[in-house]
């Protein structure tokens, strides 16, 4: 099956067909002669992918090592955040995966039959992007793969499973086991996307044990046509799931995924038996509705992370890298980021526009922004699934106030959902000497805002910043901008215009203000009116200038 | 920056209160009204290093039973 015929299939595939979909298995490389890779990613789930894309449109060749040779079976991921379709939207799938998916931004929670709180993820207007979507991850695979599958400086190896490693200062020997025997290839350097159970963090001796959470979660995936809104409906204590709680998520194709705590004594091979499930499912439903079972998963998890991403010229990122729990769609999401995060620094370098100080900028943030979320999740995870008898008395009183005090329903902790990082304390940062009224900050990501264009064209913000950096400039601006290499200058009341003053007003900027903003659309930098080498300083200082401590 | 010395209150009322507020209730009761009674004085108080300080007093005032104390 070549290339286009693929893409070809994956474009008018249905879902059943995505799942079934038998990627072609490559054949072992005819040369003994072990072959040499600059790029080799391990892993084509969402993260493996998503990296692989970015490097590509960079103009780096990438060989990707996948050891299955199909897409993702059941919905997995499933909840994907604002950031992530910004990310996706500058590697060219963003509206795709929006199309598709099924948009919310509502989350709701219950006590009993009570709704006790209610949360708006994005509550103002002037985003392009909502604060999720809810998409299968075989269709947000299968829209990355036709995607990557464009490049032709790209390869994939289905059916090829990393068998060992031998890293060195300058790249690493990769031992790659396929159907018809193993061989050896060279690589300068390995991006490991290669999710929770990594082959390469094990080949490596990396193994870390982390937190393991004992209680146990089932995932049914049922069609129906059903009432429900497009939102985040999370039970604690339904009457019918008692004692434990239930989340529902609506999903593309009429599909929806409950989630339903299980204990840590539930079985996980009775649990998955549909004789078990269904009864589960009609005390929701209702004893006479009509739906059908997709797929079903008993999961338990662990919150752990490796101590460095940045292994010499071996990368971790996603899963490999890190785990959550699933409660706030931390997992995937955050390990897109990773990939964004990754790809520009890796380009810089491979380029030699940066040294290797560049990539030990993506560990630390990548590390901080890795502990956030475990921070975050196991919080969650520890309101869901009370550890001691203390702590589920503190968690009943919570749910009891929430009813009447509103104090109490910011505790009511069902899952906090992702956000992107905030990077206040990265190397690449040049804190700030003017003063700021925004909530916008150095290190975050740039806010999305609509600005329309000469033309009168609409457009947004984050659709405008280039690939490598750009200054965004309040006109007036310095006329020497353009004279810096590698610098995109957008100008505000220039060629694009914020008619409402809503970005003004989200980064308080005022004429002469300039915001320096990275590649992956975090800002580094920003003053009231910059000189010319304050500006290249801070442009130099994030493109890896700097020395680590 | 926690406060424990005598302030102007009527501490035997507010003690004789705060016992009658439990009245009739079985231990499991008592201990989640006492759990609600912390959050929501805790909100009024509204100062969290107030509130830390308090937990770590709280802690550390606790007399030493047998499962606390080594083999």
């Not at chain 1, 091979?269 to 499930?277: A, H, N, S």
């Not at chain 1, 769609?329 to 980021?337: L, M, P, Y």
């Not at chain 1, 009370?386 to 702590?391: I, L, Q």
């Amino acid at each position: 099956m070549n290339r286009a015929l693929i893409r070809s299939t994956l474009r008018g595939a249905s879902a059943a067909e995505l799942q079934a979909m038998a990627l072609p298995v490559a054949p072992r490389p005819a040369s003994a002669q072990p072959q040499r890779h600059p790029v080799v990613v391990v892993g084509a789930g969402p993260v493996g992918l998503s990296l692989a894309i970015d490097l590509a449109q960079r103009g780096r060749p990438v060989l990707l090592l996948e050891a299955g040779s199909s897409l993702s079976t059941g919905s997995r991921a499933l909840c994907f955040a604002k950031r992530t379709l910004e990310i996706w939207d500058r590697l060219g799938v963003g509206q795709r995966m929006v199309d598709k998916g099924v948009s919310w931004n509502v989350g709701r929670v219950f006590l009993q039959t009570e709704q006790v709180y209610e949360f708006n993820l994005l509550p103002e207007a002037g985003h392009e992007r909502p604060a999720f979507i809810n998409l299968q991850q075989y269709y947000c695979e299968a829209y990355l793969l036709e995607r990557l599958l464009q490049f032709d400086s790209v390869q994939v190896r289905w059916g090829h499973q990393l068998a060992g490693i031998e890293a060195r200062s300058d790249g690493a020997t990769l031992t790659v086991q396929t159907a018809e025997g193993s061989y050896c290839l060279e690589a300068d350097w390995v991006l490991a996307c290669d999710g929770s159970r990594s082959s390469l963090r094990r080949l490596m001796g990396l193994e870390t044990q982390g937190r393991v959470f004992q209680d146990r979660f089932l995932i049914a995936d049922v069609k129906m046509k059903a009432q429900f809104p497009a939102e985040r409906w999370f039970w604690f204590d339904p009457p019918f799931h008692p004692g434990q709680s239930v989340l529902l998520h609506r999903q593309s194709d009429d599909v929806w995924r409950i989630d339903f705590q299980l204990g840590w004594d539930a079985d996980p091979e009775q649990e998955k038996q549909p004789e078990r499930i269904l009864p589960r499912v009609r005390a929701l439903l209702g004893q006479d509705a009509d739906f059908s079972l997709e797929w079903a998963s008993v999961y338990t998890f662990a919150c752990r992370r490796m101590e460095r991403f940045v292994q010499g010229r071996v990368v971790f990122a996603g899963d490999a890298a890190h785990g959550v729990s699933p409660f706030g769609a931390r997992g995937a999401n955050s390990g897109v980021q990773d990939a964004e995060n990754l790809a520009w620094k890796l380009d810089a370098v491979l380029g030699g526009r940066a040294g290797p100080a560049l990539l030990d900028s993506y560990g630390l943030e990548r590390e901080f922004a890795a502990d956030e979320n475990i921070l975050n999740s196991t919080r969650s995870t520890d309101f869901i699934t009370p550890k001691s008898a203390a702590s589920r008395l503190f968690r009943d009183a919570v749910l009891g106030l929430a009813r009447d005090h509103p104090f109490a329903r910011r505790i009511v902790n069902s899952g906090r959902l992702s956000v992107p990082a905030v990077l206040s304390h990265s190397p690449l940062n040049t804190p700030d000497v003017d003063h700021f009224e925004a909530s916008q900050r150095v290190g975050a990501v740039l806010t999305d805002a609509p600005l329309s264009a000469a033309n009168g064209q609409a457009s947004w913000l984050l659709r405008e910043l280039g690939a490598d950096f750009t200054a965004l400039a309040f006109a007036p601006a310095p006329a020497w901008l353009a004279e810096i290499d590698g610098l995109k200058t957008l100008v505000i009341g220039g060629q694009l215009s914020d008619e409402a003053g809503l970005l003004a007003r989200r980064l308080d900027a005022r004429g002469g203000t300039v915001y320096l903003v990275r590649p992956d659309q975090h800002v580094c930098a920003r003053w009231r009116a910059p000189t010319r080498e304050q500006l290249a300083a801070a442009l130099a200082r994030a493109q890896g200038q700097w020395q680590p401590a | 920056m926690l406060h424990t010395e005598a302030r102007d209150l009527p501490y035997d009322e507010l003690y004789e209160a705060l016992i009658a507020s439990h009245e009739g209730l079985s231990a499991e009761q008592s201990h989640l009204l006492n759990a609600r009674l912390v959050l929501l004085l805790a909100n009024q108080i509204g100062d969290a290093q107030v509130l830390r300080a308090a937990f770590s007093a709280a802690r550390a005032g606790l007399p030493a039973t047998a499962a606390q104390t080594p083999q």
